[in-house]
């Protein structure tokens, strides 16, 4: 059950034991322009509010939570996933492209077309010259999966080591 929109990809929710959490959108980034933030904002906020059923999927790539305490997780709404939603409608920006997840390459598509009809985030960027990948979802042989695997971990590795240095200057101020 929704308890509180906190932002386009932060949601606090109260599971079935009754227990308040929140939970970060996985491999989805909020929109930098403050005027498409508030409508994408509103637009999940309305999504989740009017669901009769909020389901809450975890990747299997190992990491439950982020440094914040965050579940991660992907999010569905009368089973449509709300990470989906966002990036069709120009709203949400597909992220962690250096791990593996599940719905990947379903956003990347919908990534595609977002951009291909200058929606949202996208209205004043140019053309995508990729087109759709999920159909074809190639093997990765060994060397690749291990260069992901590495580079996967050297982003994380940098990523708390900022959020540390972010942590620590907010307690300074």
Known sequence: ??????????????????????????????????????????????????????????????????????????????????????VLEGYASVNSLYDTYEYTATLQDSEILAKKEKIGIWKEKVEPTKEPVAEEKKEKNFFQSLIDNVLGMIAKFIDDILEKILNLVEDML
Do not use: H, M
Not at 15 to 40: C, H, M, Q, R, W
Not at 41 to 56: D, E, R, T
């Open 1 to 86: 059950k929704l308890e509180e929109c906190v932002d386009v990809t932060t949601v606090k929710l109260r599971g079935s034991n009754d227990e308040i959490f929140k939970a970060k959108l996985l491999a989805v980034d909020d929109p930098t322009d403050e005027d498409v933030l508030a409508e994408a904002k509103q637009y999940a906020c309305n999504i989740l509010v009017n669901a009769s059923k909020i389901v809450v999927e975890y990747d299997n790539n190992g990491k439950e939570e982020d440094s914040y305490g965050r579940k991660l997780v992907w999010l569905f709404a009368d089973d449509e996933l709300l990470q989906n939603q966002l």
